[in-house]
Structure formats: structure tokens, C-alpha cells
């Protein structure tokens, strides 16, 4: 058994019943893997983006939190070891597991060069937990009180937005 099953069935071992309850199926695991993302409506309220990436499970909201942009179709790349979604939109910067925005800062900017450093923004963009139980997934959506700048975008009028924004499949030639 590897470790990353390990650790998912630990964590799923170690989930109340009442927390089974509230978790909303995504999908099998191996399609995800195979995928690398997935979007689904959870709960009929949340569009959520599931992300496997080097191994992990991730979910957070689907649009940015900036300005709605489009997460699925964003690059992962890792900034000060951290990974991070990068908006297709603005090339916000999003860690997967927090949610937190990073920015590049400037230490003094009358030196030459500049020197920079990556620095968080906060948590802006709504993570919600990811558990596996014998090959399936579930996401339990981050349900807590504070608002966080992601829940803007978790609206009709978006979701019929992004529908009609989906790239269009390209001809075979």
C-alpha cells in the first residue's frame, strides 16, 4: 500500500458519519487521475474544481477569485515551494492546498536589481477537503461562517457565464 493511500485512508477512516454525510461524490479516482481536473456543481450551490497534481488531491471554487476566471484551464507551477493555480485570466497565483494568493514584493525598491520575494495576500479563493474511500472521491465543502473573496463568483449569473465562455471544440483536420 503507498503512503498517499495511506494517508486517504486514514483520513477517511477518521471521518465521523455525520462528516460522510456531508460529503458529495465526484468521481472515481482513476478518472480523476487520468483527467488531472474535474469541475462539478456540488450541493447545487458550489462549482467546485477538483486538481490531481503530483500525486494529491486538491478542490477549491472554479472561478478566481480576482475576477472569475476560469481555474480549470489555469497552469500549475510551484512559487517558493509552494503550488500554486495560475489564473488564465490575470495570472493570479493560487496555492492549491490554502487557497492563499501569492504576490511578488519588492524588499527595497531603489536597489538595482530589485529584490524580490513571493508574500501572501491572505486566504482568497475557498478550499474545500478531499477524501478518497476505496477508489472513490468525495469533496465536503468548506462551509465556515467567513466570507472568503471566491464565494462572489458562486452565483447563477457565473455559472451561466462560464458556460457560454467554454472553448469550443477545434475541428479535425
Known sequence: ??????????????????????????GKKEDIVKAGRVTQLVNGCRDVLVVHHQGQLYAMDVRCYHSGGALQYGDIEEFNGRLCIVCPWHKYKITLAEGESLYQAVDDPTAKPPRTYWRSKGVKQRVH??????G????????????????????????????????KAKPKT
Do not use: C, W
Not at 495511506?6 to 465521523?16: D, H, M, W
Not at 477537503?129 to 476505496?134: D, H
Open 136 to 167: 472513490d472521491v468525495y469533496v465536503m465543502l468548506n462551509d465556515s461562517g467567513e466570507a472568503i473573496e471566491s464565494d462572489v463568483y458562486q452565483t447563477e449569473k457565473y455559472r451561466r457565464a462560464s458556460l457560454k465562455a467554454k472553448p
Open 129 to 134: 477537503k478531499v477524501t478518497e474511500v476505496n
Open 1 to 26: 500500500m503507498s503512503s498517499e493511500e495511506e494517508i486517504s485512508q486514514t483520513s477517511s477512516a477518521s471521518s465521523s458519519s455525520s462528516n460522510l454525510s456531508t460529503s458529495h461524490f465526484i
